[in-house]
């Protein structure tokens, strides 16, 4: 048992979980790992425990769990205690060690389980200690270079002599004068700590602490026999920390420890720091590459990864403080923008709920200049903690995206979206009737209707096509659905009812139970050709895409770091849009000018018959019946779009009206203007608050939910523009199949059941 080590995991941030059994499991949390053996001193357990979790020696209580017993705990006070709990091990598998506050046991003396020598509380427990019996490492191997992982199985260890390399080495050499010698001076003892770790790898070798609590740190070479060793205290009278003594001979070998040195997340973090911050996508491979290459320690992808977490953390801050913040941080947005709305609800637990903000340079946008339309969509947030962002986007004179409110929730489900939208018409509080085009699903239908009474619904066509689209599949070839979406598309884009008819009979005849679903979609809510409302020619939700890409570049960062990085790109955007307005000389926004001169152009090959009153036959390809006084035609262009089509146009130029005048106010620059005439004005100090603003506020703590292990998901769904073809086998013409795989003979039953759609597979919306 003497020559045998066992490797001890680490972990410290996650919870403990009571059973249906009763007994005590621990959660979640990162990992360390420390090798023990009978040898150990106790007093060398505690050090490297306390340097690896900066915690205090002196104030440290060490207990762990017998085999097979998870109710009684065994209180570790001497160093015959720790080998009594490596023999105790036994055949088990593992064992559990909890490192306790003596400030926590205190506290707490009566939830603990029963303990020999005392009664603690679990939850105040600050590290605990997993070590699997059967990771059995030769002592000549490198036990303590790196952090480990895996809990249940022996971990592999990469030993990198990469600092007697002379390129691992010309990266480390800026640190072989970190430590100078005795009367060297600190600011504190992680500085003290920082500066010997560096130096280390510079000169190659490994250490551990023999003594590392508030008042001293005696540090010694970790090869056995070597008398290398440093001692360093607090300067009397000063918070200084100073180096007392110090050794610098090394009989390993040279000074070279083929054992390696530690690389722990927080060293390999501050190392990538600036690199991360210049460059946000520093990939972990890339991270790992380098840091092989220039110092010569081999990561695991897992390690780079968690050390760019930290990285990450030490540049925008901890999410989780970001939480505590969001009172103030709400307080600060409505103080710095006046007008604005900034609202968060939390659960019993005070975990957060959900948030919403709309600025007041937004909401008096959309009511002075937009029109009265408004998207609802949303989209993924893959930060730690989860959750989605809604979003309502308004559209400008220009055609251009105008964020006007939008909220993180943790869920896309009913409830929030219904709690949005009352949010929502607190912000813009209209009396105007609004048009949305939003999904028909989620609640978006009922939430509607009894928020905004009199609004009009224009179900999103995209996520209707979606829909159609996930029914079809399996039951027709790829060029059978895409004939069908397409026609889907032609129908609701027909201004004109004979148009809308003759795209859905297209349906009808590859599949009559598609043109009953089709017809059962409640058309009055996504067709041109019965839609009430003012679309103007907009029938997909996604219509704000450049908002949600830039909540794609902030989405890893703390809640309100990502919130505020919003706030200045729309900041940005009102300036931007502001100046460049200001240089135009025309009546109406580019698009729309553009437009009405491209109808202009058409409209002098058309025949204009005069009429008595306001009424106007206007031949060309068609003939189409214009009303200038009521500002409609036949065609219904000038109604969908705003701006007068090629017929009304031409009516003008025969009666000497001017085009100018029919065209929708909201393309006007001077509406244009309006709408970017507020500015939102930046929330300083977000991410410091004062602490009696702070001690005042509501308690906010992280959602439970996780962002779950391993990459997020990047697979987009299957565009209905572009649909995948099917696998179809050439023998019996069957889907989903190929030739060899074939269980029928003959294919004629197969191609009969495929020209016709199952009602099983349609279902109305």
Request: hydrophobic share 35%; charged share 25%; aromatic share 10%.
């Amino acid at each position: 048992m003497a020559t045998r080590k066992i490797i001890a995991i680490c972990q410290s941030g996650g919870e403990f979980v009571t059973n249906n059994d009763g007994l005590l499991s621990y959660n979640g949390g990162d990992a360390y790992a420390i090798d023990i053996d009978h040898e150990t001193r106790l007093s060398e357990f505690k050090s490297e425990i306390a340097e690896m979790f900066n915690c205090n020696v002196d104030t440290m209580i060490i207990k762990y769990f017998l085999p097979g017993n998870k109710k009684t705990l065994i209180t570790i006070s001497k160093d015959k205690d720790l080998q009594r709990m490596v023999s105790f091990i036994g055949d088990a598998n593992t064992v559990d060690v909890f490192v306790i506050s003596e400030e926590g046991a205190a506290r707490n003396t009566s939830n603990m389980p029963g303990s020999r020598s005392s009664r603690t509380t679990v939850s105040e427990a600050v590290v605990p200690v997993v070590a699997p019996i059967d990771a059995v490492v030769d002592a000549a191997q490198c036990i303590d270079q790196f952090e480990i992982d895996v809990v249940n199985e022996a971990p592999t260890l990469s030993v990198c002599s990469g600092a007697n390399d002379d390129k691992h080495r010309k990266a480390a050499q800026q640190w072989e004068n970190t430590i100078t010698g005795v009367d060297q001076r600190f600011n504190s003892f992680s500085e003290f700590r920082e500066a010997l770790h560096k130096y280390s790898i510079a000169h190659g070798f490994a250490y551990r602490y023999k003594k590392n609590d508030s008042h001293r740190v005696t540090v010694k070479c970790k090869s056995q026999g070597c008398p290398w060793r440093i001692y360093a205290s607090r300067l009397s009278t000063t918070q200084l920390i100073c180096i007392k003594k110090m050794n610098t001979n090394h009989t390993c070998e040279g000074s070279a420890v083929k054992a390696g040195y530690r690389a722990t997340r927080g060293w390999v973090g501050s190392i990538i720091k600036e690199k991360l911050k210049a460059s946000p996508n520093y990939k972990p491979k890339d991270i790992a590459d380098d840091i092989k290459r220039e110092y010569g320690i081999q990561l695991n992808y897992s390690q780079a990864w968690r050390a760019k977490e930290i990285a990450r953390e030490q540049l925008q801050g901890s999410y989780k403080e970001a939480y505590t913040q969001l009172p103030f941080f709400c307080e600060k947005i409505k103080e710095t923008n006046p007008g604005s709305f900034a609202a968060f609800t939390t659960k019993e637990d005070s975990s957060f709920h959900r948030l919403f903000v709309s600025f007041h340079a937004s909401i008096s946008g959309f009511q002075q200049g937009c029109r009265p339309l408004l998207f609802l969509d949303r989209t993924p947030l893959n930060s730690k903690y989860q959750g989605e962002l809604l979003a309502a986007t308004a559209v400008d004179g220009d055609d251009g995206i105008f964020p006007v409110a939008f909220a993180v929730v943790d869920a896309e489900n009913e409830d929030n979206w219904h709690w949005f939208l009352q949010e929502l018409k607190l912000a813009v509080s209209t009396s105007e009737q609004i048009t949305f085009v939003a999904d028909f699903q989620n609640g978006l239908k009922m939430s509607l209707c009894e928020i905004f009474e009199k609004c009009y619904h224009g179900y999103c066509l995209r996520h209707l096509a979606e829909k159609l689209n996930k029914d079809l599949k399996g039951q027709f070839s790829h060029e059978a659905r895409r004939f069908m979406i397409n026609d889907f598309y032609a129908a609701a884009y027909a201004s004109k009812l004979e148009t809308f008819e003759r795209s859905i009979e297209n349906i009808k005849g590859i599949s009559p139970e598609a043109y009953n679903w089709v017809i059962q979609s409640e058309p009055e809510h996504w067709a041109n050709a019965f839609f009430d409302g003012a679309r103007y020619n907009h029938l997909t939700s996604n219509f704000g895409q450049q908002f949600y890409s830039w909540v794609s570049e902030a989405h890893e960062l703390p809640i309100t770091q990502m919130i505020d990085v919003l706030r200045g790109k729309m900041m940005e955007t009102i300036y931007t849009r502001r100046v460049e307005s200001n240089q135009w000389v025309t009546k109406l926004t580019p698009s729309k000018e553009e437009m009405l001169q491209k109808e202009t152009s058409v409209a002098r090959s058309l025949q204009v018959l005069l009429s008595q009153g306001s009424t106007f036959e206007v031949r060309g390809e068609s003939v189409d019946i214009v009303d200038i006084d009521h500002w409609d035609c036949s065609c219904k262009g000038w109604q969908l779009t705003g701006v007068p089509c090629c017929h009304a146009i031409a009516v003008f130029e025969c009666v000497g009206r001017n085009p100018y005048d029919y065209c929708s106010r909201y393309f006007t620059v001077e509406n244009y203007r309006l709408t970017y005439a507020e500015s939102i004005h930046p929330v300083p100090n977000v991410d410091r608050p004062v602490q009696g603003e702070l001690a005042l506020a509501v308690t906010v703590t992280p959602p439970p939910t996780k962002r779950p292990p391993g990459r997020p998901k990047m697979k987009q769904v299957e565009s209905i523009d572009l649909i995948k073809r099917q696998l179809q086998c050439s023998k019996c013409k069957g889907l989903g199949h190929n030739r060899k795989t074939c269980k029928n003979g003959i294919g004629i039953y197969i191609e009969a059941k495929c020209t016709s759609l199952s009602s099983s597979h349609l279902q109305p919306l």
